[in-house]
């Protein structure tokens, strides 16, 4: 069907530990979108990738866009308690949102 | 940082009964969403709105729900007949365009009782 899958869906770390969640679609995808929602809050965009193996750096945070483009990955490098939430990867045609990978960090 | 402005925070409405979400999207943005979220699950997109028109919508989009822009600004979803399953976090969202990102409200909870 139309599924974004990710995995894993939940991910505990110890603070400082890296973390990688990916995100695949069954379907070429135009690009892809990634947002974080943190617990209790609303989803925040974080970026868009649209080239064929893409990388995108914000900070610790790295993205990066299969060349296929049928996959796309999100890396915290070193991560912190700041980094607690769920983060979703979106393909905009038809607005489907991934499963989604639930980050939690132990201090 | 301009936001994406929704009421009620939180709405509590007999099953059976019409609720009307509002939403006040961000000025210049040209596009407008409606998601839900059933508690901690994943987000279901619900429709789009361009133009003054839907421009999508999801197989969970069925006569029962609606959306409206009624005049300039606020972008309303209405829920009619509610079931127990309606409960959820309703997110509004609105982009500068259709491949932009989204910027999302703080959402409505809606709890049918």
């Known amino acids: 069907g139309q599924q974004v899958m990710q995995i894993p869906q939940y991910q505990h770390v110890q603070e400082g530990e890296d973390f990688t969640t990916y995100c695949n679609s069954s379907t070429t995808l135009s690009n892809i979108q990634w947002y974080k929602q943190r617990p209790g809050g609303h989803p925040v965009f974080l970026i868009q990738?649209?080239?064929?193996?893409e990388v995108k750096k914000q900070k610790r945070l790295t993205f990066q866009f299969g060349e296929a483009k049928k996959n796309s990955s999100l890396h915290i490098t070193a991560t912190q308690t700041t980094d607690v939430g769920t983060y979703f990867c979106?393909?905009?045609?038809?607005?489907?949102f991934g499963t989604g990978t639930r980050l939690k960090v132990l201090a | 940082e301009p936001e994406v402005t929704q009421t009620p925070s939180h709405q509590v409405t007999q099953m059976g009964q019409e609720v009307i979400l509002r939403c006040v999207p961000i000025?210049?943005?040209?596009?407008f969403y409606w998601y839900r979220q059933i508690l901690g699950q994943k987000v279901e997109f619900l429709v789009s709105?361009?133009?003054?028109?839907?421009?999508?919508k999801s197989e969970i989009f069925d006569d029962q729900f609606s959306v409206e822009r009624p005049d300039g600004s606020n972008f309303t979803l209405k829920i009619r007949s509610t079931k127990l399953e309606d409960s959820a976090m309703y997110f509004c969202?609105?982009?500068?365009?259709?491949?932009?990102?989204?910027?999302f409200g703080s959402g409505t909870r809606l709890t049918v009782v």
């Open positions: 969202a609105s982009s500068e365009g259709d491949s932009h990102g989204y910027t």
């Open positions: 000025s210049n943005h040209l596009y």
């Open positions: 990738l649209v080239k064929s193996g």
């Open positions: 709105f361009y133009n003054n028109e839907i421009s999508e």
């Open positions: 979106v393909r905009t045609y038809k607005y489907i």
